[in-house]
């Protein structure tokens, strides 16, 4: 299983940036996917899950400003991030789990937010 991020960057606090992670397979596959991310010095955290019936929950931290999405045709789950803050510079990493209780991890895309 592979993941791949894309859609960090550089951005103005109050801006928005759209995370992407394109997976080699079917995300039906998956039980669950989710965002982490980890602010150096600071342990990674989830950020937002969707699972397989498209249930979503958030990090109290970004409820409200952040959607996770997905697209099943095109084996792709987003991270919309608005209202973007300092304090969510980090590197954002994608996470699949699968069925049986394996996990995968992106290789992370860096999310800066200048104030």
């Known amino acids: 299983v592979q993941l791949v991020e894309s859609g960090g960057g550089l951005v103005q606090a109050g801006g928005s940036l759209r995370l992407s992670c394109a997976a080699s397979?079917?995300?039906?596959?998956?039980?669950?996917m989710a965002w982490y991310r980890q602010a150096p010095g600071n342990q990674r955290e989830l950020v937002a899950r969707?699972?397989?019936?498209?249930?979503?929950t958030y990090a109290d931290s970004v409820k409200g400003r952040f959607s996770i999405s997905r697209d099943t045709a095109r084996n792709t789950v987003y991270l919309q991030m608005n209202s973007l803050k300092p304090e969510d510079t980090a590197v954002y990493y994608c996470?699949?789990?699968?069925?049986?209780?394996?996990?995968?991890w992106g290789q992370g895309t860096q999310v800066t937010v200048s104030s």
């Open positions: 996470q699949s789990g699968s069925y049986g209780g394996d996990t995968y």
């Open positions: 397979g079917s995300i039906f596959n998956f039980a669950a």
């Open positions: 969707i699972t397989h019936t498209a249930t979503t």
